[in-house]
């Protein structure tokens, strides 16, 4: 039997609905899509950037649903024997069940935001809380107006600690998400050179950033990069907020978390380093640098929630790779192996570059290359131009053997590529893939990232549907 999430008077209460038809008395979770929704489960049916919910309220209905929570004035579009509790604003009331939700909750509160590494750092932090008692986490990316509220109705009334992503595309969007989370203790992982179409410097980003601090508990803790460009500013957005306690991560030993060795693997990485004191060494199950920096602030979150932090940093090692952001999967050609890292999610200068030192650090077989499939960079503004030409640098740093460039502003890079490297370019990620899955050979290990825009999953999965994949759990 599905655990009960809210009973229906303390939904009703909390969205200030009325009840139409005949609702189940108890609800076990909730969604906001008919397509996975469970029995048992509210529908909150809100209107998306794509899709209005109303439309699917007869199908999460036949598929079970506990009842549908629906707009007044939608009423007359929806069928007459539907389980509903009828409000002014679905979206508003998703809010208000979010609200209602964190004024219960007893668990201490951890919340992430940055330029770069929210949602790997959201994993660790589930994953090393998790050892230490009953841990609710956003799913996915649920990082912005819809999906900061969803997490939080979705926490279980018994959860001893909470973990929520919080994202931002332009300025005052995590003033009001944040003040909906509350949380003990604020991570911001850094802060890089994007969304600069919706700004105009890079400072300006981090005071978008450090709006995180506004919602702090009183008594609440800032952790935050010092390693960053941002560190000072970031530190006197903190001081200005009213926060008392700064805690600092990075390399240096000077930094209240900070790492002594690094051994860097291509399937993972093995630290060791010292948090709040206590030295430790720990393995992180995925790859890459960001993710060693990011573990400090996770395991410093860790010690200061109060959670156990030997077990936490143990509980690293079963860190994955998500789809996307890095996961790996392993292709047969020929008979022979290769590797495909699949970073299509979505793509900044930062992340770009961290993904082009993990393609450096793959192993190649014998007469295999080091692949790099880039698409564009969306959203960089003005400097979009200089910012891909800038890529060419880290693209011979890493020893990049072939150069594979989608989109238009692409072509900048494309144009200061070394020509023995240039693989080719297309406006588009669907013109690319015939070429592509000709030009993969034995030993390769090639990595695919671009903005969504850019739909560079579509080459992804061109490759796995060509040479058929198995995930590399080892590598991820």
Known sequence: MSEVLWSLDDLVEAVGGRVVGDPTTTVTGISIDSRSLQPGEAFFAIKGDVRDGHRFVEAALSRGASLAVVAEGRMSELPPEGRYVVVADVLAALQDLGRAARAHTKARIVAVTGSVGKTSSKEMLRLALSASGRTHASAASYNNYWGVPLTLARMPADAEYGVFEIGMNYPGEITPLVGMVRPHFAIVTTVAPVHLAQFDAVEEIAKAKGEIFTGLEPG??????????????????????????????????????????????????????????????WKIGAPGRHLVENSLAVLAAVKLMGADLARGAMALSDMEAPKGRGQRHELTVHDASVTLIDESYNANPASM??????????????????????????????????????????????????????GRTMHELWDVVPESKRGGWTETSAELQKDLVAAIRPGDAIMIKGSLGTKMGLLVSALIDAYGAKRNRAAS
């Open 353 to 406: 570059r961290a993904a082009i030192s993990l393609l450096g650090a793959a192993p190649v077989a014998r007469g295999g290359r080091r692949i790099a499939v880039i698409g564009d960079m969306l959203e960089l503004g003005e400097r979009s131009g200089e910012l891909h030409k800038e890529l060419v640098e880290p693209l011979e740093a890493a020893r990049i053997d072939l150069v594979y460039c989608v």
């Open 220 to 281: 609440g803790t800032a952790i935050l990069n010092a390693s960053n460009d941002q560190f000072d500013l970031l530190r006197f957005l903190t001081i200005a907020a009213g926060v008392k306690e700064i805690v600092t991560f990075g390399a240096s030993c000077s930094f209240d978390a900070h790492t002594t060795q690094i051994v860097a693997r291509s399937d993972c990485s093995c630290v060791t380093g010292a948090v709040l004191g206590e030295d430790l060494t």
